[in-house]
């Protein structure tokens, strides 16, 4: 369990919050932090997890590059419990786990095909405030991908911002959910200034 969310965690109770416990534990191991919170916003919780559940239905786009796509925002934003949970969910869609656990640190990883690469620093570009996607960046996306599967990329990086953004606002941090299924655990987020690619100093 991670520390106390800035937001206290509620009760989940009812009927709807039955079913909503049993969905968690059944795809998860265990209730899932960010329902405890927005459990306090029905309304909300209903939204995001409707939201969660349709993208989950797109399929003009890889759902190893989603994937991919989806852990590097969370590590830009440093989101512990999206990295967590989607390396978690890699595991448990059988996609490639060794990729996606490379994703934190993908500048410096010899893992990642060219268009992997590509992704990674759209996912990254997208999530830079103000956004930094270039034209060619996005011509080679678009050459690749279609513009079906450029639609949906970019769809599914901004909603896996909304996400990130909203878990460490409320301070939700990671729950050990690829530690409960033996995943090894992923490299350290890197700084900013990795990140951002630039070389150290002495």
Partial sequence: ????????????????????????????????????????????????????????????????????????????????????LGYFQAHNDGLDVAKARQVPRWRESDAFTPLERDVLEYAEAMTQTPPTVTDALSARLLGRLGAAGMVELTAW???????TRTNVALGIEAQGFAASCGLPPLPPLPSRAQADGAVPTA
């Avoid at 239905?57 to 999206?82: H, P």
């Fill in 1 to 84: 369990m991670s520390r106390n969310t800035r937001i206290p965690r509620a009760e989940i109770t009812g009927l709807y919050g039955a079913v909503l416990k049993k969905f968690s534990r059944k795809m998860f191991g265990d209730v899932a932090e960010p329902l405890e919170v927005m459990w306090h916003h029905r309304p909300v919780l209903r939204f995001s997890l409707g939201l969660g559940q349709k993208s989950r239905r797109w399929s003009a786009c890889d759902e190893n590059l989603k994937s991919y796509a989806q852990m590097a925002v969370a590590a830009r934003i440093g989101c512990t419990f999206c990295l967590d």
């Fill in 157 to 163: 990086i901004a909603l896996a911002n909304q996400f």
